[in-house]
Structure formats: C-alpha cells, structure tokens
C-alpha cells in the first residue's frame, strides 16, 4: 500500500495483528488502572478498553511476577475472543521487561530507568571515557533483550518521559528537548545497529509546547539519520475533564495536523474506556486536517520559531497577552485585524494567509476567529477548537483568538479560549493541576481525589499542583510542580513542595486539609474570590 503523502513516512511494525505505522490508520490505544497481579480484573478491563474501540492495551508490570502474570491475563483475554494486542509497561526492571516480552506483543521500556539507575541527581558529571563506558554498558545490556524480542517476535517501544531523564543524560544534555531527545536516539542507534525494526518511539511531557518542540526535534533528528520509527504521541499528565481533553487535542492534535504520529494515547484521569471516543474524534478530525495542510502546502514538521512579531495596537500585539473574543478582562479581539475562517478548511486558510502575511513583512497584529457552524457535537467542537487554536497559538500566531459556534454561548466560548490558552503554557486562568492517568501502581481512587483537589485548590491560579497515584514515578513526573500529592502506600498519601517529600503516608482524607496548611504557611494560600 502507498504510503499517506500527509504522514511523515515511516517503517511499518507489526505488535499482534495492528500495523503502527504509515499507511496504516492510526492506532488508538489505552492502559488498564487495575493491579496486575489481580487476573479477572485486569482481563475484564482490558476487555471493556478494547470493546470501547482501542485496538491495544497496555498494562503496568512493575516485577517479575507482574511480568510473569501477563500471561495469565492473556489467556483469560484469549478465551473471552479478544484478540487486542497487549503491552507490558516497564520501569526501573530489565528483568519484569525480559519475563514480559515472552507474553505479550510489545513491551515498552523507559531509556531513563531501564539500565541506567534512573533520576538520582547523585553523579552528575561524567568524563568523556565514563560517558562512553555506560553508553557501551547499555549497548551490551540492551541487545540480549532484542535478541529475545525476536525471538519471541515482540515489538518494544522506546518512551521517554520528561520528568524521568537519567543523571548521565541531564549531565551532558540538560532536562530539555536535547535531553529527552538523545536519550531515545541511544536506544534507537541500537535497534538500528543491531538490525531490528519492530520498534515505536514516543517522547511525552505535561508542558505541551515542550512535548510538540521535542517530538518535532526527534522527527528532525530520526529522519536526518534515516530512522524511519513510527511516533506514538500522548501528553502525560494532563489531567481529567475539559482539562485534559484540551490539553491533549492541542499537543496530540497539533502534530497530528503535520502528518506527525503514528499511535496516540489520550491519557486521562478517568476511567480508561472515557480515552477512547476522545482518540477517535482526534485521529478522524486531524487526518482531515492533515490532508488539508498538506494539499495547501501549509504543513509544518520543524519545531516553531517563536512568537509572531507585531506591533501592539489597542492593546493586541507586541508583548500583549493573547485577547479573547467575549472575554471582558481581555482586549476586545476586534483592536487588530480579524482573520476570520471557517469550517475544516479553517486551519489551512489561517496557515495560508499567514505566511502571506510573513511574505509580505506585515508586522499587523492580527486576531483569528474560527467558526464552526456545522459541527453539531459539542465534544467534537471542543476538540476541533483546541486542535486548531492551540497549533496556532503553538505555532507563534497569539495577538487574539476567538470561537464562533451555534453551541456555544459567548461566555462558554471565551471560556474554552481560555482553556486553550492556559493548555498550550501562555496565561494561567486557574490553577494548573497536572495529574496522571492512575496505573496498576496506583494506591489510592485517582479520579476523586483529583476531582477534591480541583475543587479546593482550582482558585490559585499561580500554582501548579500533581497529583501523582504512585511514589515510584510520581514524584520524578511531577514536572515542576510547586506542590505534589503522590499516593503512596494504600489509602496513604505523601505530600511535596516542589520536590521535596514533607509529610509522608497521611491518611488520604486528611491529605487537602494538611496541604491548605502547607500551603498558608508558605503564605500563597488565598479565599476564592
Ligand atoms: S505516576 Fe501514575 S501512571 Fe505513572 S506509574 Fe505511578 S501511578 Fe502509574
């Protein structure tokens, strides 16, 4: 089959019967919450995952015996006449990754723990000799277990997570793009040398922008080397709710539209079946897109320049943060030039008049207002708005921005403005609650306790506050969270300031209050208003 013009090109992998890669649809995708060692819960929700519409299903193996349980979990899957493809996700344990990929159809590894000692802050200088040495340490550690991916014909995927970089890469490439970026290519330089290809890479981050920049650096990267590994994209703790739909349909979204990504995860905080309608809404609209931009020569695979220059007028433009049609804290949309656009062909009619505008050295402000008169859902219209207001604001286009659709009230649409604002990093409206998804680590029922702390602590918006289910990765993924609320033993929570563990196994009813008080004593409580 020939390959999608639209979609970067890339190799096809096989993991059980689904094909990743171009031209193959894209792959939808989702991970159980139940513990792993308990078999009918875990094969009755990989069940459920998969009759919503995922076509693969990840499931967390923290040890051997997890590891080894999968294949029970297989089984009972199998006999149900399942044939969903399964995933086991490894951190911290090469010997869980080895006992797993002789179950399962794909193992995910995490290069920042896999073989390195993960984030310990505790080496962090290497001579050029010593970095070379545990680069050939994981080299000869890392190709036993290719050995036995192909032996067993498992796929792996190479996902880096900001948040759980090693010190030996922080130490030459920084906790940034360069860091995230080198840490797959090493692992993928390997499978490369080694002459296998049933691999899938993925770079995730909470912060969107840094998440879209990264995976456009290792697409720039991976391509100048000629490697062809399809991307699986996902925004890691994004949350739950309008929250964690916007800020995945603008950092999934956003490079989808640019032929970029192969799979996707929406990672939510909810139960994980809700994942899948928002992937499939996702993976249709932006193919849409993507075939638009592509036809209008608007695509953009490089990583954004920056903010557009213009010069401020009525209070748009220049340095001015972005206006919002309808808002009334904001300036009025209509002080710069409105460019207007509607339906599908929005996003590519604003690309093209864009560049026209670069073209000519137009330094305008200039505010886009995108309609939506045909799209009759409000999900979809959501999702359709953060797709294509978030690639642009990404993109550098922030002088103004507004919504028009029969769905939406004046103040809902300044709303989701808003939210969309706040999801690609460029105003905070409230506070910014990062969250992860849950796993079978976590100790504790994530969903409520998310919906608590957004309900206590929402209003102080100069905050970013994670709420983490496990003390394993939790307190490294908090991604500079200025508070953190990390499960830890069952019922029990750890509260953080900034990375630091302050009060350790609370009851987890006790756990908002206590926090309040963290929070006053450090003087940045204040009343909602
Ligand atoms: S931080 Fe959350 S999603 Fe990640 S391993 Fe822990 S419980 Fe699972």
Redesign the pocket.
Known sequence: MNQHPYRRRTISVAVGDIIIGNPSPIVIQS?T?TPTLDTAASAAQTLSIARAGASMVRL?A?GVRHAANLAAIKDAVRAAGCTVPLVA?I?FNPAAAFEATQHVEKVRINPGNFFDPGRTFRKMEFTDEEYADEVDKIRTKFIPFLDLCRRCGTAIRIGVNHGSLSDRIMSRYGDGAEGMVESALEYLRICHDEDFHNVVVSIKASDVQLMTDTVRLLVERMDAEGLQYPLHLGV??AGNALEGRIKSAVGIGSLLIDGIGDTIRV?LSEEPENEIPVARTLADYCELQAAACYHDGVQRRGRSAGRRRTRQVNGIGGTCSVAILGDSESADVYGAEVLRSTGCDGLSHVRRTMQTLAADGSDTPVSIVLSYPDITDRDTLILAASVDLGSLLLEGYRDGIGIESPLLSTAEAADLCRRIVQACGLARYRAEIVA???????LFD?PSVLEVIKEHFGHLSHLKIAV???????PG?MAGADYGY??GAAGMVSLYRGTECIEKNIPQAEAPAMLEQIIRADGQWHDPK
């Open positions: 991970m919450t967390t923290q996700d951190h890691t703790e990672s992860c998804p849950g796993c079978g680590r976590t994530l983490m289910g496990c003390i394993v990765n939790g993924e990390v499960g």
